[in-house]
Nanobody, 124 residues
Framework: QVQLVESGGGLVQAGGSLRLSCAAS????????MGWYRQVPGKQRETVAL???????NYADSAEGRFTISRDPAKNMVYLQMTSLKPEDTAVYYC??????????????????WGQGTQVTVSS
């Protein structure tokens, strides 16, 4: 079973920076997509940033220009560098990975994995 473990969350003042890290239990080359989502109580989990196995990135409008997703396949790590943080960035941030699997009787299908989440709190 794939495990994703996030770290790097914490309390920071508005305008500050944090770097989130996600350690995968297997080679990240296994995943076609990896990324970061966030969730606040009472709201749906939302995409923050995604990165494909080819290194293409995609950001939510709220993250564009402030956050940078990157990966280090040699360390099986994915990162989210967050700058110019705002109070509205406060949320639990989750690492995400997706791989495609197929078996003798199963057609190819996507399988999603999630980390346990790390809290980011931005004070005003």
């Amino acid at each position: 079973q794939v495990q994703l473990v996030e770290s790097g969350g914490g309390l920071v003042q508005a305008g500050g920076s944090l770097r989130l890290s996600c350690a995968a239990s297997e080679s990240i080359w296994s995943f076609n997509d990896m990324g970061w989502y966030r969730q606040v109580p009472g709201k749906q989990r939302e995409t923050v940033a995604l990165i494909t196995s080819r290194g293409s990135t995609n950001y939510a409008d709220s993250a564009e220009g402030r956050f940078t997703i990157s990966r280090d396949p040699a360390k099986n790590m994915v990162y989210l560098q967050m700058t110019s943080l705002k109070p509205e960035d406060t949320a639990v941030y989750y690492c995400y990975a997706q791989e495609w699997k197929a078996g003798p009787s199963d057609p190819p299908h996507p399988v999603d994995y999630w980390g346990q989440g790390t809290q980011v709190t931005v004070s005003s």
